[in-house]
């Protein structure tokens, strides 16, 4: 769920200070117009001109429903190549995740793996976004790479982009220091909780911000699967630690509490918590700086499909 301010605005079109990178993964959330025309497109591309483009991801609702991807080079298009799957519906919401890697790009269509369309072009010149057609678009996030890297420091930044209607709007640099933008004074009732929609995936993250208490003792996010806790993340003030844990038919596992340092988490100040859902566990950072990775204990990941969040913070920003 996008807490993002939607963006009517389409066409859309941003520039990408310095250009795709490998290991850049860029989520377009949006939903598909119910009534007006028949495609969409999302373009990676060189200015604002269309003349380059490396990488036209074009789905249509036509003959059925088929996506097209494709080159273009000084005005003329390539060869297509046609998915002849149609993973979007009209008058739905969904989540598009491109994934850049140096041999082609990888395409996840609301957490399951769609295609990937090998680069023709080096995508290094790609320094625009374009988004257009019969959709309405709520929000375009870049993950930059290597956030997750434990002996980088220090550890990349998470950079979220609300959309605003505003022409000529310019993205940050992602090598810049970390920031997030999200909606003006968004407020939300704690406790919180939403659902994730279609569960978690390997590359799936999950965001939380807020505003801990001046006088807090405990908050907790949970990660649910039905009635039990896959992931319970619960920093104590009173104890000075985080405690991670998984609760299956109501009986709580073993504690984990060991920390890499200090406690990241302080009374009065600011958080930002990213979770990111790997194969084989979650890591987790705290305002840009690994903290922990926690095996999962329940495997059936899109069977987790509920975030929780509660205690004593004052809820900014949520993407689940």
């Known amino acids: 769920v996008s807490t993002f301010s939607s963006l009517q605005s389409v066409p859309f079109q941003g520039t990408i200070l310095g250009g795709l990178q490998d290991g850049l993964q860029i989520i377009i959330k949006g939903a598909v117009l119910s009534s007006s025309g028949s495609r969409f497109s999302v373009n990676f591309q060189t200015g604002s001109d269309e003349k380059d483009i490396a990488f036209h991801f074009n789905p249509r609702f036509e003959e059925g429903g088929y996506v097209v991807c494709n080159t273009k080079q000084k005005g003329s298009w390539g060869p297509e190549e046609r998915k002849m799957q149609m993973p979007f519906q009209k008058g739905q919401p969904f989540e598009i995740c491109v994934l850049v890697q140096s041999p082609d790009f990888k395409v996840a269509v609301n957490g399951s793996h769609f295609l990937q369309y090998s680069h023709r072009v080096p995508f290094h010149r790609a320094d625009t976004i374009s988004v257009q057609g019969a959709l309405r678009l709520y929000s375009i996030e870049f993950q930059p790479p290597d956030i997750w890297s434990v002996n980088s420091a220090p550890i990349g930044q998470t950079i979220i982009h609300t959309m605003h209607s505003t022409p000529g709007w310019v993205f940050p640099n992602p090598t810049i220091p970390p920031m997030v933008y999200s909606s003006p004074s968004p407020t939300y009732l704690v406790p919180y909780f939403t659902a994730i929609p279609g569960g978690l995936y390997p590359s799936k993250s999950i965001i939380v911000s807020g505003t801990i208490l001046p006088n807090a003792q405990r908050f907790h996010i949970n990660l649910r699967s ?17 405690v991670r844990n998984t609760q299956i038919n109501s009986s709580w596992g073993s504690e984990e509490r060991w920390l890499p340092g200090k406690m990241p988490f302080n009374r009065g100040q600011n958080f930002l918590v990213q979770i990111l859902c790997e194969s084989f566990c979650f890591r987790v950072a705290v305002n840009n700086q690994h903290l922990c990775e926690y095996n999962h204990r329940l495997k059936n990941l899109p069977a987790i499909n509920n975030l929780e969040v509660a205690g004593d913070i004052q809820l900014t920003h949520v993407q689940a």
């Open 226 to 242: 039905g009635s039990d806790i896959a992931f319970h993340l619960n920093p104590r003030f009173n104890e000075n630690t985080v």
